[in-house]
């Protein structure tokens, strides 16, 4: 007879021992404080003021004062929840109103708002990839687990190309009959190695090959661009572009995911998307306060220009005191080390002594290998804060002994390597 018991702590013992288990800090983010919290231990009676630096509430919106009222002031005018799905009684005004926002955002015909980007890309990649007759996906290695969630949904076949390589990428268009529908599906900034896709090139191909394309512009959105619509914005590619996916949950500091492209694509994945249809709506006031958050950051540049100070005044000190970072040309710094068992120790010891919070990323998040620590500094952090960051990362590094320069220790990851 099958032990259940005894069999979920054998799965967690060898997910230990596989270094993959995972530890979530209790942390209390308090409005107007950000990037400063407190942190509940787990076993300890105390809390401790700690610093944010592994937050995707990247440039602050989350606590904004404007786009707090705005949540507080739509629940006194409109109740907690959206009462219902989208087919059923839950269309809320401030829904609609979103999704017209964010369809300008990108300069598209129309927007579709699910409860988180994960859910749309998983809906919205199935859905489109189940519609086109004997469709193939193309899609890069590097992926988000939510578009891959979607690629797998959909059953169809699949050509993964090599990160960012559109040698590749063509090589996999061309063996392809020319009529046969094809789904080319990335992103634009990968959070996790923070390199930007050669949109300019993959649209090309598109053109070329009669494609249909998805981006996921969720870690650039509100960041890029003059009215941040992402980097298909600042490269003036968005037109080219079929789909443009995103999240209100990070640098607009909400919650809830979205589509926009064409009326007629977002009104069919609308008609039959069992991830939008079958789910009670987003509530009324978070629609409502994502609006403002977006709306906000069209017309504010103050927030975007301060992070970029502070993003490239973290890098340089970095660089200075020889802390491995990956090569990044976005506001994401990823820090190497490389052995899932040190990346640990660094964090608990940033966190414990130096009272920095920055969560290990460890497989199957990044390959194994490659683990890192990734940090994203934002408007609301101080020149004191980066100093303070830097030289606990030092003391760090030098208690457990860590390398302060040279290369990744995984030779088939070239592009791992340091520059
Ligand atoms: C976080 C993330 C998502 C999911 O967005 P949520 O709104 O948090 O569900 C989708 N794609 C990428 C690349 C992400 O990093």
Known sequence: MMDYSEFFNRELERIKDEERYRVFQNIERLAGRFPKALWYPEKAVE????????????????????????????????????????????????????????????????????????????????TIANLLPDCVIFSDQLNHASMIAGVRQSKVEKKIFRHNDTAHLESLLREQPKERPKLIVFESVYSMDADIAPIARITELAKQYNAFTYIDEVHAVGMYGPRGGGVSEREGLAADIDIIEGTMAKAFGVLGGYITGKREVIDAIRSIASGFIFTTTLPPALAYAARVSISHLKQSRAERELQKLRVDQTKQALAESGIPMLPSETHIIPVSVCDAALCKKASDLLLQKHSIYIQPINYPTVPRGTERLRITPTPLHSEQDVDKLVSALKDVWQELNLDFTGSLVNPELERYTIA
């Open 47 to 126: 809390q401790k003021e700690i610093t944010l630096w592994c937050s995707n509430d990247y440039l602050g919106m989350g606590q904004n004062p404007e786009v707090i009222a705005a949540l507080q002031g739509a629940a006194e005018q409109f109740g907690a929840g959206a009462g219902g799905t989208r087919n059923i009684g839950g269309t809320h005004k401030p829904i609609v109103e979103l999704e017209h926002e964010l369809a300008d955002l990108h300069g598209k015909e129309a927007a579709l708002v699910f409860t988180s980007g994960y859910v749309s890309n998983e809906a919205s990649i199935s």
